[in-house]
């Protein structure tokens, strides 16, 4: 596929032109190591580097046009155009040169601080039981018709983003269903992108490192529902959880098409009229414009029950029958490192969860959930990654002790920090709890307490060595990940391999 540069350029915002507008372009790229012959180059301007620097490595590997905020160095080999936001420049050249995919299917963006992930899974399943050919753009991959690629971000780059669209498009896809994270939506990820509907779950600390407040978060989070950035249907649906103060704040800007949810709000137009959050999973009751709904889901606590609502909410916006909603979530057992159960022998009579949590927020509504289903203790294991929103550690340490009755605090992914220095800021949240702290890790504290140990695998070796019959083992924070980021590396780990080769090795019976 070739395009010429005018083509690509049409409605783009150019403050300066130099060479052949006329010029074959062969595709579009943002990171010069991935440039091909007859490539446009975008130099985005980034937190650590600037794109700008690798112009001449772009130029020497053929690319024949510059797009840059900014150009130090003269060049003669390629054309070049200058614009004011390179971001959106490349979001803007992607939806062109792939001719605006996104207006072929229905589009649906899921935003929010937790639930993302579940949320598209269930809606997947929903829409694949209506006969529909579904793609999914989020965390743990982008996968439609027998295709998966590895998710390096949430939301992929625009050009990324458009390009697997364009490839969706030609395997007749019908729906896609996409986590819109705030950063792809602050950084115009999405820009052009034509969505039918969006789902918003809930808004709770996170990524203050790149907002800066609460406030900042959430109005990068309410562009999904304006057409600041992304480009809204016409007749576009908004999902709002109702129970959630950000979702009641977005829902007076909403004047039309808004499918509200709740679970206690009669006022919504869908809500819960029975809950049943047993061990074995939901059992629930709901309300809807069309009648009552039943739905069997083998997830578990009142935090899926959240995920199960959006995702029904959703589908009943859309239109989707009753049938194939509760089809649909009733299939679903599991998604990847969110509430999973790791396999342990029963005669342990232990069980063991590992979860993706990593805000205050989500860690006190998976801990909730255990805590309703623990005979004995519930211990926890957690850390805070590196070089991320530190005003956060504290807050879980908190949540951890108040709802833990014994805490391990260790490593998640440390990137540059030290790892011990991240958990002296998780430990005062602890301390403002009152937990005890335990030196002596050899043995098993009598009472409720909390300790330290930095290596991760070891954190939940000693987790598993304490845990007695009874007992529910919480591992935090990485849940489907399979690495572990030390410095700038990253290297293999996961908590679920850790859990099985120690249960392989030990000989202690329970």
């Given at each position: ?490 290297f293999p780990f996961d908590d679920r391999v850790v859990v099985q080769d120690y249960l392989l090795r030990s000989k202690r019976p329970l």
């Open positions: 596929m070739t395009k010429s540069l005018a083509t690509l350029i049409e409605g783009l915002e150019v403050h300066e032109s130099r060479g052949d507008m006329q010029t074959p372009v062969s595709g579009i790229a943002y990171d010069s190591r991935r440039v091909e012959a007859g490539n446009v180059f975008v130099a985005l301007s980034g937190t650590h580097v600037d794109g700008a620097d690798f112009i001449p490595d772009a130029i020497r590997r053929g690319a024949r046009v510059v797009v840059a905020e900014n150009a130090s160095n003269s060049f003669s080999q390629a054309s070049f155009l200058r614009v004011p936001d390179s971001r959106r420049a490349l979001a803007k050249l992607a939806l062109n040169f792939y001719e605006n995919p996104s207006a072929h299917f229905q589009l649906i963006g899921v935003t929010g601080t937790n639930g993302k992930t579940t949320t598209t899974y269930l809606l997947e399943s929903i829409l694949k039981k209506a006969g529909c050919l579904v793609g999914v753009v989020g965390t743990l991959g982008y996968r439609w018709a027998d295709k998966r690629k590895t998710a390096p971000m949430t939301t992929p780059e625009s050009s990324d983003l458009q390009r697997f669209f364009s490839e969706m498009n030609e395997d007749r896809v019908t729906h896609v269903i996409m986590e819109v994270s705030s950063h792809a939506l602050a950084l115009r990820r999405v820009e052009g992108c034509l969505f039918d509907v969006g789902v918003f779950t809930n808004l709770s600390q996170d990524h203050l490192d790149f907002h800066a407040t609460m406030q900042g978060y959430f109005s990068a989070k309410t562009l999904l529902f304006r057409d600041d950035v992304s480009t809204r249907a016409d007749d576009f649906v908004s999902v709002i959880n109702i129970d959630d103060p950000y979702g009641r704040r977005l829902r007076e800007e909403i004047k039309e098409n808004l499918w509200s949810y709740s679970t206690t709000d009669r006022e919504a137009r869908v809500w819960v009229k029975r809950a049943g959050l047993e061990h074995s999973g939901i059992q629930t009751t709901l309300a809807t414009p069309h009648g009552d709904l039943e739905i069997a889901s083998p997830l578990l606590g009142r935090l899926n029950l959240y995920n199960l609502l959006a995702a029904a909410t959703t589908a009943l916006g859309l239109g989707v029958s009753r049938e194939a909603i509760s089809e649909g979530l009733h299939d679903v057992a599991l998604v990847d490192g969110r509430l999973q159960r790791v396999p342990v022998p029963p005669e342990w009579g232990v069980e063991v969860v590992v979860d993706y949590a990593h805000t205050p927020d989500a860690m006190e509504k998976a801990l909730s959930c255990l805590k309703e289903m623990t005979r004995g203790r519930l211990i926890v294991v957690f850390g805070c990654g590196g070089d991320r929103d530190r005003a956060k550690r504290p807050l879980m340490g908190k949540v951890a002790a108040r709802l833990g009755d014994l805490v391990i605090l260790t490593s998640d992914n440390p990137r540059s920090e030290v790892p011990a220095a991240i958990v002296q800021e998780i430990e005062p949240g602890v301390k403002t709890i009152g937990l005890p702290f335990h030196g002596q890790i050899e043995r098993a504290p009598e009472g409720k307490a909390y300790t330290i140990e930095v290596d991760r695998k070891q954190a939940i070796e000693l987790a598993l060595s304490w845990a007695t019959s009874g007992d529910v083992v919480f591992i935090g924070g990485k849940g489907h990940e399979t690495y572990q980021i030390i410095g700038a590396r990253a």
